[in-house]
């Protein structure tokens, strides 16, 4: 009995980490051929991780949890027919885990992101975004979820995919950082242009007092010409 709880907990283990290497190389094929930020690659990003608790990640584990219980019974009693389910388990299970796949990415000019098995992929502009922030729960200890709450031009709230704080924060705190450096690139070239404007109409405005009160009066002459002409 001994060897086969061992056993099972091996089992479960190594489906969980085969299947995270596997979907991980998926997902970079994919990512590949058709990033998040369109046209952009993506020069941040962070996804889902298999320790996030949610609800679709539960099926996903439940898969990876039978497929190794049956893998390890037909490894100890020599069974090799539980081989098949066990495989059927584990794909099904990767197979849940890349169709709800949620992840988050950010380009120089926007932040994406894909949530949930409906495959519902949005994207917001650099400069739209006015703020930025990092929301951590707690669960126990180290374990918990983490994500990134934007705050629009317009006031609205915007919440990207969790992420299990385990192994995450860190990657969740690099995508902020770059968010908020993007921002203030945004407002400085916006501050810089803001410049060049008042720069081109003070140069193109006359110095002299009595001479802006001359085209003042000329202007309000040939208003006054043209009003009479109709």
């Excluded at 990640?57 to 190794?68: E, F, N, P, S, T």
């Excluded at 922030?133 to 994500?147: A, N, Q």
């Excluded at 501050?191 to 140069?203: G, P, V, Y």
């Excluded at 309000?220 to 109709?230: G, I, T, V």
Aim: hydrophobic content about 45%; overall charge positive; some cysteine.
């Amino acid at each position: 009995m001994k060897e086969l709880l061992v056993g099972m907990l091996a089992a479960v283990a190594l489906a969980a980490l085969l299947e995270v290497g596997v979907i991980k190389a998926l997902r970079g094929v994919q990512l590949a051929a058709s990033p998040l930020s369109g046209e952009g690659l993506d020069s941040f990003v962070y996804d889902r991780s298999l320790l996030t608790p949610q609800r679709d990640l539960a099926i996903v584990w439940a898969g990876l949890i039978l497929a190794g219980v049956l893998g390890a019974c037909a490894w100890v009693f020599d069974r090799p027919g539980l081989w098949v389910p066990a495989g059927l388990a584990w794909c099904a299970a990767l197979g849940w885990d890349w169709w709800t796949w949620e992840r988050a990415a950010a380009s120089v000019k926007s932040v994406s992101w894909r949530r949930g098995w409906r495959h519902s992929t949005r994207r917001v502009p650099v400069s739209r975004v006015a703020e930025v922030h990092v929301v951590e729960k707690r669960w126990l200890g180290p374990l918990g979820t983490c994500y990134i709450a934007l705050t629009l031009d317009d006031g609205k709230a915007v919440k990207l995919p969790h992420t299990a704080t385990l192994g995450g924060l860190s990657r969740v705190e690099d995508v902020a950082n770059f968010i908020r450096l993007q921002i203030q690139q945004v407002r400085e070239l916006q501050q810089r242009r803001a410049n060049e404007r008042r720069r081109a109409r003070a140069r193109r405005e006359p110095k002299d007092p009595q001479e802006r009160e001359l085209r003042r009066k000329l202007v309000e002459l040939r208003r006054a010409q043209s009003e009479k002409a109709q």
